[in-house]
């Protein structure tokens, strides 16, 4: 029995089965690199589903880790924390006047502006959130129930009530489900989970302009498109308009867990002293990550290279598209595109890995391709490389 056996077999005895794991036992990570219990690399081009937003163990994140660890690990809340105000205030200049809450995951920052929502409109009576079909929230109780998705609802029941589901990029059927018990519109501006879909021109705008016409709040779910992935900061930015709420996690930590609720300054009050709280959010390390990440963005130009590669990939991407004419679509923004197939995936997926190339598919049949926003050309030409051999001889 090789390391990985025994690692597998180990697990597979003794953790939950609630995943679908691939036969790989991950050791060691450097940028977009990994080494298997084995000693074999793979090319990461789907980096913690995002959470390795710089790849793994980015030098800056991990010295400031280290440094941290080695000075306090964690104090409760009702503590001052300079970490978690530095990092709060960063957040705020990269994105719109306000306050932030921290907590541990992406779940976790939604359910705190579910909860805000529910505040929000509890002296009127209101609580209904209007979320979108093939959208992605988490997987808590209440945040999968915000998740316009039926399969991951199945055997949950009862799910909590007040929410309503409306196909995504309808801005008709938005107006039409705004009634009396409307409190919030939650959705992804680039739907991640769902299969890679954006949200179309206009329907942005309209959809703040509809939660301005009913005093609506306006909920971003920024866990996945957030810190760079499609070529600005947040979503929100490429797509002019500013929410009320915006929940961050994945890349903002640097593979450290954390997740982030912000709020604009004229919500804030609606959480009070004692309505909300998450006794490791924000810890000391995990904000010495996050702050990390932005040092990184900032002075290693990441933004700008997301825009350049991204660019460079989707053009890599289409000349497989035109050689493949199974590849229906090529979607997406940034370093977040989805290349729709007009059949399953996961054999592609799957021969990838055995080339040494780590891909995701969603949805079925879109190959999510969504590397570190550091990646480089030469990476990118390798991705396609593996992506060709994988559908030439999957004979697509
Ligand atoms: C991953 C994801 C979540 C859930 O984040 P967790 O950290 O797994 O709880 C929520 N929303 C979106 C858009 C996501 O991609």
Redesign the pocket.
């Known amino acids: 029995m090789n390391e990985t056996e025994r690692i597998i077999r180990e697990h597979d005895q003794f953790v939950l089965q609630t995943y679908t794991r691939n036969p790989v036992a991950a050791v060691r990570g450097e940028g977009s690199w990994i080494w298997d219990a084995e000693g074999r690399k793979y090319l990461d081009f789907f980096p913690g589903?995002?959470v390795s937003g710089l790849g793994h163990c980015h030098p800056r994140v991990t010295a400031a880790v280290r440094e941290q660890a080695g000075k306090l690990l964690h104090m409760p809340n009702n503590f001052y924390n300079e970490l978690a105000g530095r990092l709060a205030r960063i957040i705020i200049e990269k994105s719109f006047p306000g306050r932030v809450f921290f907590g541990n995951?992406?779940?976790?920052a939604?359910e705190g502006a579910i909860k805000l929502a529910r505040r929000f409109g509890e002296p009127e009576g209101r609580y209904e959130i209007l979320t979108m079909k093939a959208s992605?929230?988490?997987?808590t109780l209440t945040?999968v129930t915000a998740t316009g998705q039926e399969k991951y609802h199945s055997g949950f029941g009862p799910l909590p009530p007040g929410f309503r589901y409306l196909p995504f990029n309808d801005i008709d059927a938005l107006k039409a489900a705004v009634s009396e018990k409307t409190v919030a519109v939650m959705l992804?501006l680039i739907q991640?989970?769902g299969g890679v879909h954006p949200a179309g021109d206009g329907y942005a705008a309209a959809v703040r302009e509809i939660c301005d016409g009913n005093n609506l709040l306006m909920i971003v779910?920024e866990?996945?498109t957030g810190m760079g992935r499609t070529g600005d900061y947040f979503a929100f930015q490429g797509y002019g308009v500013v929410p009320d709420l915006m929940?961050l996690?994945?890349a903002l930590g640097g593979g450290m867990p954390i997740?982030a609720l912000v709020v604009r300054e004229k919500f804030a009050g609606y959480l009070p002293p004692g309505t909300h709280a998450s006794t490791f959010g924000g810890s000391p390390v995990v904000c010495a990550a996050a702050l990390a990440v932005f040092e990184a963005m900032e002075e290693e130009g990441i933004i700008e290279n997301v825009r350049e590669m991204g660019g460079y990939l989707r053009q890599r991407l289409e000349e497989l598209a035109a050689d493949f004419p199974p590849i229906r679509e090529i979607r997406g923004r940034g370093l977040m595109l989805g290349l729709e197939l007009d059949r399953e995936g996961k054999p592609v997926v799957d021969r990838c890995l055995e080339l040494g190339m780590i891909v995701n598919c969603t949805a079925s049949n879109v190959l999510r391709v969504m590397p570190a926003c550091n990646i480089t050309r030469e990476e990118i030409d390798r991705a396609v490389e593996i992506l060709r051999r994988a559908l030439g001889e999957e004979e697509i």
């Open positions: 589903w995002g995951s992406g779940a976790e939604n992605f929230h988490g997987r945040t992804e991640g989970e779910d866990v996945q929940t996690a994945k997740g």
